[in-house]
């Protein structure tokens, strides 16, 4: 099958191939590299030490999608690893066991730092206790992220990790990068951020449009992709939200849907929010699932797991260091469940959705805890009808396809019969049994 | 006449239902579901038909009578027989392939012997049965032609020679799935009339308009205006995707038919159990199913009746004699009956521990209700499973624990729940 590849979707390789020849090569440019996680991290800090960042997640979904993580997590579960640990984890070592080949076939570089920025999700701490046996002569940052229990950003929680950040994480860059900590350099990189995040929105909005020119969820890992990784906080970036911004007006203008691997969406009969990140393993298949139903996602919040930017927050160098405080803060998984809540009733409403799926993730607590409740809350507030499905990030012996499809029949076919009811319809004989 | 016809080929049974133009069910078929789905699928719209003709038959007569003359009794004994002799039918077609798979045993002088043995029992184990089939004890629409026959089979041998045991229990085993497997043709017309030859008393077709009726019945043509099936298996069924519907829409349909006042439906299955909520107008609003595992399904219940050599059916009768419910903590089907054996070897009594077997299945079905948003009045609670009274008493005493006082709706249908909202949605499809 020809995959119809946009400008930018080829940039964004691009960028990735950068990034990847980059850190095969920093024995010769003699760069320190910075192991952290997607949640709350600190890009625009690292490279304002000029040190690289790897995202040891996004090697584990991209071993997913390459069909490489049932061999890295039988690895680890060889190495004493329970089959109830997150798959990410097991298969990031597995990975590294097996000599750190990263996703475009180059060996990744050992960590110099790991930087364990605690956002959301309580598994952090022990995946980098983990690595820290791996790699015992890499320094580390820890930054702790309170979750936002009360509801709000607290001054208190903004002062804890401001002074986590000034007293250890800048300390610890200076020390292994030998450089001096450059508020200015930091801050430019913080404007180039705010102007990506301002076209990601707008982007993301696009989807109060019908038909939807974007697809929220399958799509929409491609659309966070520069941002939640390595790049936010460059020109290429930003760039790459300009070209992407042109395509999705350009869709606008003429009445298309998203590209599915098959080429523009044809029909869109169904409008969804999906709370859950997807599955990797079987990322095609499961898109397919949707796109051949006629279903785009106009909304999803694992697109707001490395920064929700719909409520206002943009990095800003006005004060960096307390800018990248609120943003660690505000990421998706650091909400409390009412926020969620209200974060996904917003999208349902603002982008007209007809149905809500959760695809809830069998090995990710931090994601799937409260995840029943959120449902049932957002069916009863709005009267949306629901679904539910089960898979993993990239553990392949927890996607079944029959159940999964079983499912899905029955939700979209509930969706229809809500869409083509009319009152009156319901009236059944009362005698139906003689 | 225009009819619409519903198919719910589960993992376990499969069943048809037939309702007329404005919704009535006038037929219900049921059989066990086996490894050629066609075949299972066609047996339960045969029943369903010859059933609706016996429906049709009956407010015909009812009708031409003015109620003077009760038809009811008339019409199940010509039921009873009419199963009767679709059952004998199998029957001999069953025992003609146990001879012939006598006949290819190597060693000849077994080949003799059981073909002997299978000579002697046979007569009497048909002669048993009819008896049965004519006073109503057993009939085709709640005991399957396999059931029947083995246990009739099992009986007889036993009290034969025991050291041909094994080989005449290879024998049924080798000779059922082919003879299951294979599509029969049964003509209507035909055997009605060698059902009433069966009946003891045939004075009531005289000065009356019965053979006139019957006559138009027989002729009437059934085949469906349109169709929908669902179930586990529907993506199997020779339909085309059109005919085919989610038996979670179906089952919901179904219970909020029957039911109007239904908002929440447990369905138990074979092996699967489903949690739905319905809204008003019994449109689906939310689902659970439970995913990788069929413990607490109606396949336990077949899988602990197994372990302890007796029919599912008996399996409620005994747990309602309990003193109390053994502590069965297992949620795994395979580990029950580990538990099971402990039980029984420590001296508990079966009842006891059948008992706590039935509320572990009822607790699992309430985690998935809790999942799918809880227990909303009406409660209505559908599936094979349903028919099972110790599973309905700790349904009903968990819906009050849990959710207070609640109307809980269970039907003696309850089975062709799933069948008949198929067989509604073929009926209202503009």
Request: with cysteine; proline share 3%; charged share 25%.
């Amino acid at each position: 099958m020809d995959i119809q590849k946009e400008n930018s979707m080829i940039k964004q390789k691009h960028m990735l191939a950068e990034q990847f020849i980059e850190l095969s090569q920093v024995k010769e440019t003699g760069k320190k590299v910075v192991y952290t996680f997607v949640p709350g991290n600190l890009t625009e800090l690292i490279y304002a030490f000029d040190m690289l960042p790897v995202y040891p997640e996004i090697n584990s979904l991209q071993s997913g999608m390459r069909q490489k993580s049932k061999e890295y997590i039988q690895e680890a579960e060889d190495m004493g690893y329970s089959e109830d640990v997150c798959s990410y984890v097991k298969c990031d070592i597995g990975m590294m066991l097996q000599g750190n080949i990263g996703p475009t076939g180059q060996q990744l570089p050992n960590p110099d730092i790991l930087l364990l920025s605690y956002t959301g999700c309580f598994v952090f701490m022990k995946w980098f206790e983990n690595l820290k046996q791996l790699y015992p002569n890499a320094e580390i940052a820890m930054l702790h992220i309170p979750y936002q229990e009360s509801g709000k950003i607290e001054a208190n929680a903004v002062k804890y990790i401001k002074d986590q950040l000034i007293n250890e994480v800048i300390p610890t860059f200076e020390k292994v990068s030998g450089q001096k900590f450059d508020n200015d350099k930091l801050g430019e990189k913080m404007d180039l951020s705010a102007k990506a995040e301002e076209l990601l929105i707008e982007i993301f909005d696009s989807a109060e449009n019908t038909p939807s020119p974007i697809d929220a969820y399958f799509g929409g890992v491609y659309y966070i992709g520069p941002i939640f990784t390595a790049f936010r906080g460059s020109e290429d970036c930003l760039e790459y939200y300009q070209e992407l911004l042109k395509e999705v007006n350009y869709r606008v203008a003429n009445k298309l849907g998203p590209i599915t691997p098959e080429g523009y969406m044809k029909e869109e009969k169904f409008r969804l929010v999906v709370e859950g990140p997807p599955n990797w393993t079987h990322f095609r298949g499961f898109w397919k699932l949707f796109y051949d139903m006629g279903a785009v996602f106009v909304g999803s919040t694992y697109t707001r797991v490395g920064g929700v930017y719909d409520d206002g927050f943009r990095h800003s160098s006005n004060d960096s260091i307390k800018s990248m405080a609120e943003y660690c803060l505000g990421c998706y998984t650091n909400r409390n469940i009412p926020q969620r809540i209200d974060l996904i009733e917003s999208f349902i409403t603002k982008y007209k959705a007809n149905g809500f799926l959760v695809n809830s993730i069998k090995s990710c607590n931090s994601f799937s805890a409260g995840q029943l409740v959120m449902m049932r809350d957002l069916e009863e507030r709005l009267e949306i009808p629901v679904g539910f499905i089960e898979t993993d990030l990239v553990d392949p012996r927890y996607y079944s396809y029959s159940n999964i499809k079983n499912r899905l029949d029955s939700f979209f076919q509930m969706l229809d019969q809500r869409q083509s009811f009319n009152i009156g319809d319901d009236i059944v004989p009362d005698d139906v049994l003689t | 006449m225009n009819v619409f016809l519903g198919i719910d080929l589960g993992s376990t049974t499969s069943k048809a239902v037939i309702v007329d133009k404005d919704g009535h069910i006038i037929g219900r078929g049921i059989t066990n579901t086996r490894s050629n789905y066609e075949v299972a699928a066609q047996i339960a719209q045969n029943e369903a038909e010859f059933n609706s003709r016996f429906t049709l038959l009956h407010r015909r007569l009812k009708t031409d009578s003015n109620g003077s003359f009760d038809w009811g009794d008339i019409i199940s004994q010509l039921e009873n027989r009419f199963h009767y002799l679709q059952y004998r039918y199998r029957f001999y077609r069953l025992i003609e392939v146990m001879f012939e798979n006598a006949a290819l045993l190597e060693n000849k002088e077994l080949s003799g012997k059981v073909t002997t043995l299978l000579k002697k029992i046979q007569d009497d184990m048909l002669i048993d049965v009819e008896e049965k089939f004519l006073n109503g004890a057993i009939s085709l629409s709640s005991d399957f032609f396999r059931d029947i026959f083995s246990t009739g089979y099992m009986q007889a041998i036993q009290d034969e020679d025991k050291s041909y045991y094994d080989q005449l229990v290879a024998l049924y085993d080798r000779s059922i799935t082919p003879v299951e497997n294979e599509k029969l043709n049964f003509d209507f017309a035909q055997l009605a009339e060698e059902a009433i030859e069966l009946l003891p008393e045939k004075s009531f077709q005289e000065d009356t308009d019965f053979r006139k009726n019957l006559d138009e019945v027989e002729l009437l043509s059934l085949e469906p205006t349109d169709y929908i099936g669902t179930g586990y298996g529907r993506q199997l069924l020779p339909f085309e995707e059109k005919h085919i519907k989610s038996e979670i829409l179906c089952h919901a349909m179904g219970a909020h038919a029957v039911f109007p006042g239904t908002r929440t439906v447990l369905d138990i299955g074979g092996q699967d159990t489903k949690a739905i909520q319905v809204d008003k107008y019994g449109l689906v609003t939310s689902f659970q199913m439970n995913d990788r595992c069929a413990a607490g399904c109606g396949r336990y219940l077949g899988y602990i009746a197994d372990e302890m050599s007796i029919s599912v059916g008996e399996l409620g009768p005994l747990a309602m004699n309990a003193d109390y419910e053994a502590n069965i903590c297992s949620t795994c089907t395979v580990f029950a009956g580990a538990e099971l054996r402990e039980y029984l070897n420590l001296g508990e009594k079966k009842e006891n521990v059948l008992a706590g077997l039935h509320k572990a299945i009822v607790q699992r079905a309430f985690a998935l209700l809790a999942r799918s948003g809880g227990v909303r009045n009406e409660f209505t609670f559908t599936g094979g499973v349903a028919r099972n009274q110790a599973v309905v008493k700790y349904v009903s005493q968990m819906v009050e624990q849990n959710y207070g006082k609640i109307k809980i709706n269970c039907h003696t249908d309850s089975i062709f729940m799933g069948a008949l909202g198929a067989a509604l949605f073929s009926s209202r499809r503009k």
